[in-house]
């Protein structure tokens, strides 16, 4: 974490909480937070429901002028047409998310999406004023192979041909081995691989740009555990999965400054 970055902890629900569930559990975080007299400048909190939960959570926000923002977990890359089942990023910015997921491993191996669908998917949410989360992250298998950094930095390259990173952008380590299997990385192997993708950013966007774009860290990340990956240079915070879905683990995580003196 440097000290010209706003960490940023985001809570990817994957496919998890209804909307009426999503009203209840972001009403709940903003009042925790407040609570605890939470500080935007000490972490910038973002929450990534599905589809169906970003008007009922747009609605709260703007009504209660909540200090959230959201997203969602995925956008075509086209803008309209005939593509059943998709969501065009033009509806995300109507909704008035910030952000958007885009190349989480997921979406890459249970639904095939290659570097270029991921590249098409970057140039799709610039288009639309909205900023990518962009995810990469190597398996066990590649680590075993290449190591941890190689494959993180080729899909960082691919994800980012031809697009202007100067629009907006997160990038987001998650090591496939590392989500759901309560196996983190450890705070070095995370710090390794998030200066080699800002190596890469600085090769390709300049190092004013680099310095400044947020790189998160994500996989099995808990409370216990932020802190230390939060000391690391270049590591600003986290994508968050399960851990996001319990509201008192992750607004502890949120306040991982104050809780695990950070
Ligand atoms: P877990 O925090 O459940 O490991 O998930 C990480 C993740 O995939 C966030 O996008």
């Not at 809570?11 to 209804?18: H, V």
């Not at 910038?44 to 008007?55: K, Q, W």
């Not at 309209?80 to 998709?86: L, N, P």
């Amino acid at each position: 974490m440097a000290v010209n970055r706003t960490p940023f902890i985001a809570g990817n629900w994957k496919m998890n909480l209804d909307h009426l569930q999503a009203i209840a559990f972001v009403q709940k975080l903003a009042w925790s937070l407040a609570d605890a007299k939470h500080d935007a400048a000490d972490a910038e909190v973002a929450v990534f429901p599905p589809f169906t939960d970003l008007r009922s959570v747009q609605t709260l926000v703007a009504a209660d002028d909540l200090p959230l923002a959201y997203g969602a977990q995925d956008l075509s890359q086209h803008d309209s047409g005939a593509y059943t089942g998709e969501v065009s990023g033009a509806f995300l910015a109507k909704l008035d998310c910030r952000y958007v997921i885009i190349g989480h491993s997921e979406r890459r191996t249970l639904h095939g999406e290659s570097d270029a669908e991921v590249n098409a998917k970057v140039k799709a949410a610039h288009r639309h004023g909205l900023i990518p989360v962009l995810c990469v992250g190597e398996t066990a298998e590649d680590l075993e192979q290449h190591g941890a950094s190689a494959v993180p930095v080729a899909q960082l390259r691919a994800a980012l041909e031809g697009v202007d990173a100067g629009k907006g952008l997160v990038v987001a380590y998650e090591p496939v081995w590392a989500i759901g299997s309560g196996k983190a990385a450890t705070p070095d192997q995370a710090q390794q691989v998030a200066a080699a993708l800002r190596g890469v950013l600085a090769e390709i966007a300049g190092e004013e740009l680099a310095a400044a774009t947020r790189i998160l860290y994500g996989g099995s990340v808990k409370a216990v555990n932020i802190a230390a990956f939060l000391r690391e240079a270049d590591v600003d915070g986290a994508l968050v999965g399960g851990a996001s879905l319990d509201l008192d683990e992750f607004s502890s995580i949120v306040r991982f400054k104050k809780h695990v003196g950070a």
